[in-house]
C-alpha cells in the first residue's frame, strides 16, 4: 500500500514536471521570436499647425511578421532616404526663381525613435517580461515629423524675403475739373505664408513617402504660397460708396462784393470743398465756419444787424451756405435746420437763401440718399459754385418755385434830430416793402411730376420808412427792433 502510495505520487510529480517543462518552453519559444506580431503597422504622423498635437494620417507600413532586425533595417533605410530627398521650392520665372535644399536644411526630420524603441522591447528584458510585452503588443507604431519653423521659414525669407516688403496702396477717388468721377484701382501687397507652406509640407512628406517607405523617392517641388495683404481701402470698398456722378450743382455771384467779403466767401468754399457725408450723416454749417476760422481768419464786410447791413467780420459766409442750400435742395435732401435772412440779398431769389448767426442760426440738412456724398466748391470770376457728388437716378429731377403770398407794408419810424423844429418832419428813408415767401420743391421722373412739397414758409422784414423830427415829438418804442441779431457774420 505504500509502495502504489509513493509510486502515484512520483508519477503525478513527474506529470507536473512535464507540463511545467512544457509551458515554460511554450512560453519561451513565444517570447523568443524574431518577427513582428501580426497586423502591426507603422502610422505616419504630423503635427497640426495650431496646437502642436499629433494626428494620424492615411498613410500606413505594414511591418506585421516581418522580421525583427528587417523591420528596424526598413525603419533605418526609409529615414536615410528622407534624409537625401531634394526639396525643390519655386517662387516664379526665371533664374534665381527657386531653390533646393535638403528636408534637414529646411528643418524637417524624421523621428523613428517612437517605433525602433517598441520592436527593441520585443527582444529585450527576461522571459516573463518579453511574454507580457509581445501579448499586449500595440497594433499601431508611430513615425512622427519634426519641424523647426524658424529654420524652416529662414530659409524662405533668405531666398523670397524680398516679397515682405511692399506695402499696400489705397483706392483713390478724384473728381476732375470738368466733374468727372475718376477711380484708381488699389495695390494688393503681398507676405510670405511660412505657417501654409508649413502645413504643405508636413501634407507633402506624408502623401509622398507613407506607402513608399525605404523606396527611392523623386525629388518634390513646392511652390511659394503668399498672403495677399489688402489695403484698408479698396477699389470695391470705394465704389460701393456711391458716388458716381455730378447729381446737383448751383452758382451765386459776388462781383460786387469788397475785397474783405470775397476773400470771406472764398476761404469759407475752400474749407468746404472736398468734404464727404456717409449715409444720414447731418451736415452741420457751424463746423465750416468754425474751421476757416481757425485756418484762414475772417475778415470785415457788411453783415445783417437788427435788420440793417453794418459793417462787421465775416459777411459774406451766408452767401456760400445759401448756394449750397441750392444745391442741396436740387439734389432732394432734407433740410435738418434752416432759416432765411432778415432781408432779401442780391444774389438769391426770395425764399431761397439760408442765413447764418453764431450761437444763433445754423444750416443743417441731412444725407438722405443711403450713400455716400461728397461737396466740391470752386470760386472763379467772382462766382462761387457748389456741386454735389453722388447717387441720384438719372431719370429724377427737382424743380424748385418760390412764391410771394404776401406783402408787408413798411412801417414808419420817427428819429429825434437837434436841428429839427417843433412840428418838423424830414424823410431820411423811404423804406422797403417786406415779404412772406413760400417755396416748393416738385419731383419729377422722366420728366413727369410725382409729388410737390412746400419746403418754407419764410418771412423778410420791411425796412422802415424814417423820419427827422424834434426830440419833444419822437417816441422811445417807435420802430425800435426786437432783439439784436447778426446775421452773415461771426462773433469776435
Request: charged share 25%.
Amino acid at each position: 500500500m505504500n509502495t502504489k502510495r509513493l509510486q502515484l505520487i512520483w508519477i503525478l510529480a513527474g506529470a507536473c514536471l512535464l507540463l511545467a517543462s512544457a509551458g515554460w518552453g511554450g512560453l519561451w519559444m513565444y517570447a523568443s521570436q524574431q518577427t513582428i506580431p501580426k497586423q502591426v503597422h507603422v502610422v505616419f504622423k504630423k503635427p497640426t499647425e495650431a496646437n502642436g498635437q499629433r494626428l494620424q494620417s492615411d498613410a500606413v507600413i505594414p511591418i506585421g511578421t516581418l522580421r525583427i532586425e528587417d523591420a528596424k533595417q526598413l525603419l533605418a533605410r526609409g529615414k536615410q532616404t528622407l534624409k537625401q530627398l531634394a526639396i525643390t521650392i519655386k517662387g516664379g520665372t526665371g533664374e534665381g526663381k527657386k531653390k533646393t535644399w535638403t528636408l534637414e536644411q529646411l528643418g524637417i526630420e524624421v523621428d523613428t525613435k517612437e517605433a525602433e524603441a517598441a520592436i527593441d522591447r520585443l527582444s529585450s528584458g527576461n522571459l516573463w517580461t518579453r511574454t507580457k510585452y509581445r501579448w499586449g503588443f500595440q497594433q499601431e507604431l508611430a513615425i512622427g515629423v519634426s519641424f523647426d519653423k524658424e529654420v524652416f521659414a529662414g530659409k524662405i525669407r533668405s531666398a523670397w524675403g524680398w516679397m515682405d516688403a511692399g506695402e499696400p496702396v489705397n483706392a483713390t477717388r478724384k473728381i476732375t475739373s470738368d466733374d468727372k468721377v475718376v477711380y484708381t484701382p488699389h495695390k494688393d501687397a503681398y507676405r510670405l505664408d511660412t505657417d501654409k507652406m508649413y502645413a504643405h509640407a508636413a501634407a507633402a512628406i506624408v502623401k509622398a513617402v507613407g506607402n513608399n517607405w525605404g523606396k527611392k523617392l523623386s525629388p518634390m517641388t513646392w511652390p511659394v504660397e503668399l498672403r495677399v495683404i489688402h489695403p484698408s481701402i479698396t477699389l470695391q470698398r470705394l465704389k460701393a460708396e456711391g458716388v458716381e456722378r455730378l447729381i446737383s450743382s448751383f452758382t451765386t455771384e459776388f462781383r460786387t462784393s469788397g475785397a474783405g467779403r470775397a476773400y470771406n466767401v472764398t476761404m469759407t468754399a475752400k474749407t468746404l470743398s472736398g468734404m464727404e457725408l456717409a449715409p444720414g450723416e447731418i451736415f452741420d454749417y457751424s463746423k465750416i465756419i468754425a474751421l476757416t476760422s481757425k485756418k484762414y481768419g475772417y475778415r470785415q464786410a457788411p453783415v445783417i444787424l437788427n435788420g440793417e447791413f453794418v459793417p462787421g467780420v465775416g459777411g459774406g459766409i451766408c452767401q456760400v451756405s445759401s448756394t449750397l442750400y441750392n444745391a442741396v435742395l436740387f439734389a432732394g435732401l432734407d433740410m435738418v435746420e434752416r432759416r432765411n435772412h432778415s432781408l432779401p440779398v442780391a444774389y438769391l431769389p426770395l425764399g431761397r437763401d439760408a442765413t447764418y448767426a453764431d450761437d444763433a442760426i445754423n444750416f443743417k440738412f441731412k444725407n438722405t440718399t443711403g450713400k455716400h456724398l461728397v461737396i466740391v466748391t470752386e470760386v472763379k470770376n467772382r462766382q462761387v459754385t457748389v456741386k454735389i457728388f453722388g447717387t441720384l437716378p438719372k431719370n429724377v429731377q427737382y424743380k424748385i418755385e418760390s412764391k410771394t403770398v404776401a406783402t408787408v407794408v413798411p412801417p414808419v419810424k420817427e428819429v429825434p434830430s437837434a436841428s429839427m423844429h417843433p412840428g418838423e418832419r424830414r424823410k431820411l428813408a423811404s423804406g422797403k416793402p417786406g415779404y412772406i415767401v413760400e417755396t416748393y420743391r416738385t419731383k419729377l421722373e422722366n420728366g413727369v411730376q410725382v409729388s410737390r412739397k412746400r419746403i418754407s414758409r419764410d418771412t423778410y422784414r420791411a425796412q422802415p420808412v424814417v423820419y427827422a423830427v424834434a426830440p419833444e415829438q419822437s417816441h422811445p418804442d417807435n420802430g425800435k427792433d426786437e432783439a439784436p441779431l447778426l446775421e452773415d457774420g461771426v462773433s469776435q
